[in-house]
């Protein structure tokens, strides 16, 4: 069981910037495609970032194009996978997540991690 961990959140201005990292505590997601969500208050958790395996192909939601970065690193040593997010209004703000996830489809599977919060406010 692959537990994701989530970490890089806080409270920012707009027009700020935050890089989010998901951490897969040690176990390898270097096959598997993964996917970046976010959850508001009230509504339904979605997808804004995908990435594919190897890291050449991504997929944006239209909100976020332009501003966020999906990226990962598959060696050893870090085995991560960030979201860098720049020019950040108010509607970013959310419960970020991340998860493996079918890339064709952009279903996510396995275990959701904790998540971690983004607050853009002035």
């Known amino acids: 069981q692959v537990r994701l961990v989530e970490s890089g959140g806080g409270l920012v201005q707009p027009g700020g910037s935050l890089r989010l990292s998901c951490d897969p505590s040690g176990r390898s997601i270097s096959s598997s495609a993964m996917g970046w969500f976010r959850q508001a208050p009230g509504k339904e958790r979605d997808i804004v970032a995908a990435i594919d395996w190897s890291g050449q192909k991504t997929q944006y939601a239209d909100s976020v194009k332009g501003r966020f970065t999906i990226s990962r690193d598959n060696t050893m040593l870090k085995n991560m996978v960030y979201l860098q997010m720049d020019n950040l209004i108010p509607e970013d703000t959310a419960m970020y997540y991340c998860?493996?996830?079918?890339?064709?489809?952009?279903?996510?599977?396995?275990?959701w991690g904790q998540g971690t919060q983004v607050t853009v406010s002035s």
């Open positions: 998860s493996r996830i079918t890339y064709d489809d952009l279903r996510p599977f396995g275990a």
